[in-house]
């Protein structure tokens, strides 16, 4: 028996019924000390880096710019960055799976301006303190673990609930 390759509308419509996976995008900035910037979101008990949800039709190193320069207003073009990892979070406490980008630029000169809403307060700090300041949080682990150029891998499987729980 023949297969009939798919037409451009039955891939089309294959592809956009495939089940989503929500994807996230984050920004590890370094200065010329060595220090990453650490951001307090409102909503957040720990410290993070910049970054946020991957919107739909943008890749995660758009999103990992646009939402630098929307909670700290810094803005950075791709030719500073570069990827440095990726986290796959599986399912827990209530939330679905999702995966992850983290990108990084480094010698970066510029002051954080929080945006005063989501983002409350952002300050520069070793990669030690911000290991504190992220109460262990794997995927954030990971980030002060690149800085301090512990970066065995480029691919990570967290499984430990990010409540902390």
Excluded at 118 to 144: D, M, N, Q, T, Y
Aim: glycine share 4%; with cysteine.
């Amino acid at each position: 028996m023949a297969i009939t390759p798919f037409t451009t509308e039955e891939k089309a419509n294959w592809h956009n019924n495939l089940p989503a996976k929500p994807c996230g995008a984050a920004m590890i900035c370094v200065n010329k000390e060595n220090k990453m910037l650490a951001v307090k979101a409102s909503y957040k008990d720990h410290w993070s880096v910049p970054g946020g949800v991957v919107d739909e039709g943008e890749s995660p190193q758009k999103a990992a710019l646009r939402e630098l320069q929307e909670e700290v207003n810094i803005s950075l073009v791709s030719s500073q960055i570069k990827f440095v990892d990726v986290v796959y979070h599986h399912p827990q406490d209530d939330r679905k799976d999702f995966v992850h980008f983290l990108f990084m630029a480094t010698n970066v000169n510029a002051t954080a301006t929080p945006d005063m809403h989501e983002i409350v307060e952002a300050k520069w700090v070793s990669p030690k303190e911000f290991r504190e300041l992220c109460r262990g949080a794997p995927h954030l682990i990971r980030a002060a673990d690149i800085v301090d150029g512990l970066n065995p891998q480029q691919y990570l499987e967290n499984t430990r609930s990010l409540t902390g729980k």
